[in-house]
């Protein structure tokens, strides 16, 4: 009846909004969503037993959905470490004055990008891009996730500073699959042409087998760049107690347990600084995606 | 104040006037019949009426202007918000009090409706939906009755005993009515209407049921 | 017949879409999409109910932001409608509603990250502004007699809870519930940029290939929109509302700073912020509008007109699956079947779906926003055919479909969907986040880069844009005096 009806509004309307929080003393870390989610839940939730087990603090790992929101994450102190990429890493390092790389994977030193091409198209590996420029032109295109550093950032430089085109003028279809796992699948399948992706995948993939090289191969290795490292914000040691910054630095690169860095996958983890990522910052002002 | 004295009563549809210029004075104690054949405007009379003395009438309109939604004790408990806080009408909306649950039933059970309390408006027939507006305007309980054809849909002695109700309840009362039987039975003073004008003003003791035929 | 104002209207209307087919991007680019496509059905008939211990916290959190978004929402609405007649109350509404779901979680992200409220926000916010909307006109409709006569000195609340309120109830009631539907929609793909409802496990599952376990959770949202007349009780619906809130997840702390650090830094152009002052605000602002603004809207514009004309296309297709003067009891099932799922899947989750299928381009969005539009007017024209009663000696078949049905229900399809033009558009600027070149995709591209001045300034844009369509759509609804009930 509409009587009971009203009657059932009215008390509904006075329900209240009750925001449950996360306890102040959790330890919170993301990671740039560069790879299928499995993966990464996987990892970090390895990543997180050990160091809570290390620090002696309840440590939790965060699953984003975007790069931007992984920067932004650390930006507003919801998370106080991440394992960024290259350009995340300087993206975030920027907006939070005092945050500090602290360690980066022994390959991250010299990181690269491999473009790969369904071999539908008949282009062969080349020791210079420019010796592609043929073949390349006019193909569709894509790269991983808009703000990634290996499959973004650094094709672009590339594809700008050797053919001194913008990527859409180039080819004929530039898209970005979301993360290095999709471009890699998207490749294969010809959904496009070519595309840009994180060696260490490429590599990690072919070796587990999960590759039909019959249907895709690598075309172009770039020069070496630095790339991904663990970011940690300067305020922890006011939150968690003095020399907090140190031991998270000291647990992250004494990580040993070889099938949990198998699935970064990095042979360990070195101390790394701000400074390391000069580069990247430049590249990134140089193409415009940093102001 | 329980009589009305009003002047210059007109009314106009489309630029054709139907009512007046005319006026009309009941004074208290006073039943008036209001008569004529349909279309010669005692229901705009009745609302120009209503108009002028809204405060102090309890008005039953031929179209009932009943809430569907709502049940018969709210439509009829209606006629009472102006005399509570808003508080109490909305407590009232989800659960009435029983001081009003018994007065409402009390009225019903005049008009032989006590058991459609709850029910929906929209449930009922059309001589039901009557005796709810009716039973409005009586829990209203204001010094004038304003009623506008209110027995059309009700039968034989349900009319009459909805009509000795009313007379019992208001002293006062202007009400529309074709059938002449009723209205010679029950109101006290005849007033003819044809064309917008008043044809026929008597007291209902020297008129007879021809007297009054003869307007239609 | 080409003089009659209705036909002229759709020819003009079919033209422009023909015209912007000569410009749109539409190919398919996958190498072998039907192979895929037949995988992905054979994920649908092989669903994996037990892939993710999260499949049910997922589809319990989709729930429970549904019910309190739409709560919050018809409240906020509700109260918004006692005032609508004011003109900047009317402004302001129209402005919430034109911002889609999906910006305004990607703006409260911003702020307050993986808190509940993000996502909690970003339903209640539009939806306050639709239900300001429609509850207002259900209002203006209410029978104005019994109001008339209250006995004077009766008190406005009393007089409007008496009156108005019991008059409109059931089609307040109505309309809420099935706001609630779309609101499950809208909590469904907020998971698509992290909340933790179904659109999260969906694009997971998705984009590993995970076909079954996608398959299992499209079912699963399939059973729980078709079961909604089941669980959704008058009666139990305040326990719902008054859970709902506990069931929301815990997310991340909310850091008050960031809110005020947002308004007050991040959304101030950067010319600005970094004291070029107004000499520099103008290039900033040229270049956003040559290289961003321009080139989404013209694909957004291009995008919805295709996509207006192919929804009408497949709704005339549509209808007459459901029609009872067409078919069997067999066929009318099927059909019902086809257009229960083709609506109740968010065209943000079919675009995604197809694009993983077919690569990428204008095509995938366009078939999306057809199937799901069309889809809902297809229901509503064949629901409404059903209460024709044709002269005993009628037609059959195609003749039946043509000189009896079409002419019957012609005006209110283009009513339909000319109200849905400007849905259409809001949607087709949010699939720029999916990767074609709307509006959406260069919001996307702005926050991505951490610019959210200027993605504020697209979003500003798409809501303009999206006013304007919404004006243009009901000026020509008023002069083909076309009339339609609300649909979202």
């Not at chain 1, 990543?47 to 440590?59: C, K, N, T």
């Not at chain 3, 303009?464 to 004006?471: H, K, P, Q, S």
Request: aromatic share 12%; net charge negative.
């Amino acid at each position: 009846m509409a009587l009971n009806l009203i009657r059932k509004l009215m008390f509904s309307s006075l329900f209240c909004f009750t925001a449950a929080t996360a306890s102040a003393e959790t330890f919170v870390f993301t990671a740039i969503p560069d790879e299928d989610e499995t993966k990464l839940v996987e990892r970090f939730k390895g990543v997180a037993d050990y160091l809570s087990q290390e620090l002696d603090v309840e440590v939790r790992y965060i699953p984003v959905k975007s790069y931007a929101a992984a920067v932004s994450a650390f930006r507003n102190n919801q998370v106080q470490l991440a394992w960024f990429g290259g350009l995340s890493g300087v993206q975030a390092r920027r907006l939070v004055p005092g945050s500090e790389a602290i360690a980066q994977g022994v390959e991250d030193e010299a990181f690269q990008t491999y473009f790969i091409a369904n071999t539908s198209t008949g282009i062969e590996n080349a020791e210079e891009l420019s010796a592609l420029e043929e073949e390349l032109k006019g193909k569709t295109f894509t790269f991983g996730s808009k703000g990634s550093t290996s499959g973004r950032l650094m094709p672009e430089f590339y594809i700008r500073d050797v053919f001194g085109a913008q990527p859409e003028e180039f080819f004929s279809r530039v898209g970005f699959s979301g993360n290095h796992t999709r471009t890699l699948r998207l490749v294969e399948a010809g959904t496009y042409q070519v595309g840009a992706l994180n060696f260490q995948v490429w590599e990690k993939e072919l070796a587990d087998g999960n590759i039909d090289t019959d249907a895709v191969q690598v075309i172009w290795e770039t020069p070496p760049y630095p790339d991904y490292q663990w970011t940690i914000r300067g305020d922890v040691n006011e939150r968690f107690g003095d020399g907090f910054k140190e031991r998270v630095t000291e647990a992250l690169l004494n990580l040993d347990d070889q099938a949990l860095l198998e699935s970064f996958p990095r042979s360990g983890f070195i101390p790394a600084s701000n400074d390391d990522y000069e580069p990247i910052r430049k590249t990134a002002e140089e193409i415009g995606i940093l102001d | 104040m329980s009589g009305f004295d009003l002047s210059g009563l007109t009314a106009s549809f489309g630029g054709e006037r139907v009512i007046g210029p005319l006026s009309l004075t009941v004074k208290q104690g006073e039943q008036v019949a209001l008569v004529g054949k349909s279309g010669a405007g005692k229901s705009t009379l009745i609302r120009l009426i209503h108009e002028r003395v809204n405060r102090e009438s309890s008005l039953v309109p031929q179209d009932l202007g009943l809430v569907n939604a709502l049940p018969v004790f709210h439509n009829v408990f209606m006629g009472q918000l102006d005399k509570h806080t808003t508080w109490y009408n909305t407590l009232t909306l989800i659960r009435p009090f029983s001081r009003n649950r018994d007065e409402v039933r009390e009225l019903l059970r005049a008009l032989g409706m006590a058991e459609k309390l709850w029910l929906p408006t929209a449930s009922l027939s059309g001589g039901q939906r009557q005796r709810v507006a009716i039973a409005r305007a009586l829990y209203r309980n204001a010094p004038v009755l304003l009623a506008d054809e209110p027995i059309s849909a009700l039968d034989g002695p349900m009319a009459h005993l909805v009509m000795e109700l009313l007379k019992e309840r208001f002293q006062t009362s202007v009400i529309a009515l074709h059938d002449v039987e009723m209205a010679l039975k029950y109101c006290s003073r005849i007033v003819g209407i044809q064309d917008g004008q008043v044809a026929l003003d008597e007291s209902s003791k020297r008129l007879t049921a021809t007297d009054i035929t003869s307007l239609y | 017949m080409l003089s009659s104002p209705t036909v002229r209207t759709s020819l003009i209307f079919v033209a422009v879409a023909l015209i912007s087919l000569l410009f749109a991007d539409i190919a398919i680019t996958a190498s072998n999409p039907w192979r895929d496509l037949g995988n992905f059905f054979l994920g649908v008939l092989t669903p994996n109910f037990f892939s993710s211990e999260g499949l049910m916290t997922a589809l319990l959190r989709t729930v429970a932001f549904a019910f309190v978004g739409v709560a919050l929402g018809s409240v906020c609405g509700f109260l918004l409608s006692l005032v609508y007649r004011f003109l900047p109350v009317r402004i302001f509404c129209a402005f919430i509603r034109a911002i889609h779901e999906l910006f305004w979680a990607l703006i409260f992200l911003q702020f307050f990250g993986f808190h509940p409220l993000t996502g909690v926000l970003a339903i209640a916010i539009p939806y306050s502004g639709i239900f300001a909307k429609v509850y207002s006109e259900i209002l203006d409709e209410a029978d104005p007699e019994p109001g008339r006569l209250l006995p004077p000195g009766t008190g406005t609340i009393a007089a409007f809870l008496y009156t108005r309120i019991p008059d409109c109830w059931v089609q307040l009631r109505t309309y809420t519930a099935y706001r609630l539907e779309c609101g499950l929609r809208s909590s469904a793909i907020l998971g698509f940029v992290g909340l933790p409802t179904l659109g999260f496990y969906l694009e997971s599952s998705f984009s590993q290939g995970l076909y079954s376990d996608a398959g299992a959770m499209l079912i699963l949202f399939y059973v729980l929109i078709a079961t909604m007349p089941l669980w959704v009780k008058p009666k139990i619906l305040p326990v719902y509302i008054l859970g709902a809130p506990f069931f929301l997840g815990e997310g991340l702390p909310i850091v008050w700073g960031n809110v005020e650090r947002f308004f007050t830094e991040d959304i101030v152009p950067s010319p600005l912020r970094d004291g070029e002052g107004l000499a520099g605000l103008i290039p900033w602002f040229n270049d956003l509008m040559i290289n961003e603004a321009m080139p989404g809207i013209w694909n957004t514009v291009i995008l919805t007109q295709i996509a207006l004309v192919a929804t009408g296309i497949l709704t005339l297709l549509a209808f007459p699956l459901i029609s009872n003067h067409f078919g069997g009891p067999v066929r009318r099932t099927s059909g019902h079947v086809f257009l229960v799922i083709a609506r109740s899947t968010p065209e943000y989750i079919l675009a995604y779906i197809l694009l993983q299928l077919w690569g990428p381009s204008m095509l995938p969005a366009v078939v999306a926003l057809a199937l799901h539009n069309g889809g809902i007017i297809g229901h509503l024209i064949g629901r409404q055919t059903n209460g024709i009663r044709l002269r005993p000696d009628a037609p059959t078949g195609f003749n039946r479909y043509s000189w009896e049905l079409v002419p019957r229900v012609y005006r209110s399809f283009l009513a339909f969907l000319f109200y849905r033009w400007e849905i259409i558009m809001r949607e087709t600027a949010i699939l720029g986040i999916l990767g074609i070149y709307t509006l959406g995709f260069y919001v996307d591209s702005a926050i991505q880069n951490i610019r959210f001045d200027r993605a504020m300034v697209l979003i500003l844009i798409t809501a303009l844009l999206n006013i304007g369509i919404d004006a243009l759509g009901r000026y020509i609804r008023r002069k083909l005096a076309l009339q339609t009930m609300p649909t979202c």
